[in-house]
């Protein structure tokens, strides 16, 4: 995506209240990264004995990494629809299509695995929300180290 449709999409955010300007510090950019890669090693320890948790805690580091990604750029999600705007500020940044589509699935599964059906995710669901994870934030690890160096 062009810096056009990145502003054009943070600004409709912004003025349908998902979002919220401020400025974040970067000890608080990379807090939100420890917190991911906090949130993949639990991932990955529960894949041993809870595939629903693992599953779950996954997608709260892709979750993580968005909101990272967000608050660099001076942003902060709000209001009851902060997963799906964090997915569509992700979209908005250039994020891989096939990725976003697989971060977007894991947080309308997760919602089902935390708030309605215990037991639904198997083992191969639960390591490919880690791999989706993992991926991530490499990307934005990456995006965030360039961002750096251009200020």
């Known amino acids: 995506m062009s810096y056009d449709d990145l502003r054009a999409t943070y600004g409709r955010l912004l003025s349908e209240?998902?979002?919220?300007?401020?400025?974040f510090k970067q000890?608080?950019?990379?807090?939100?990264?420890?917190?991911?890669?906090?949130?993949?090693?639990?991932?990955?320890?529960?894949?041993?004995?809870?595939?629903?948790?693992?599953?779950?805690?996954?997608?709260?580091?892709?979750l993580q990494a968005a909101r990272a990604l967000m608050f660099a750029h001076g942003y902060r999600p709000v209001g009851p629809h902060q997963h799906v705007s964090a997915i569509q500020c992700?979209?908005?940044?250039?994020?891989?299509?096939?990725?976003?589509?697989?971060?977007?699935?894991?947080?309308?599964?997760?919602?089902?695995?935390?708030?309605?059906?215990?037991?639904?995710?198997?083992?191969?669901?639960?390591?490919?929300?880690v791999r989706t994870g993992e991926q991530l934030l490499a990307l934005i690890d990456t995006y965030l180290e360039g961002l750096a160096r251009d200020r």
Do not use: C, P
């Not at 000890?27 to 599953?55: C, G, H, I, N, S």
């Not at 089902?112 to 669901?125: K, L, N």
């Open 17 to 23: 209240g998902r979002l919220e300007r401020r400025s």
């Open 90 to 129: 992700l979209r908005a940044e250039g994020i891989d299509d096939q990725l976003l589509v697989k971060a977007d699935r894991m947080r309308r599964k997760r919602h089902r695995v935390v708030y309605e059906q215990a037991g639904m995710i198997s083992r191969s669901d639960a390591e490919s929300a």
């Open 27 to 62: 000890q608080e950019v990379a807090a939100q990264l420890d917190l991911a890669r906090r949130d993949l090693a639990t991932a990955r320890e529960l894949l041993k004995t809870d595939f629903d948790w693992a599953y779950a805690v996954a997608y709260n580091a892709v």
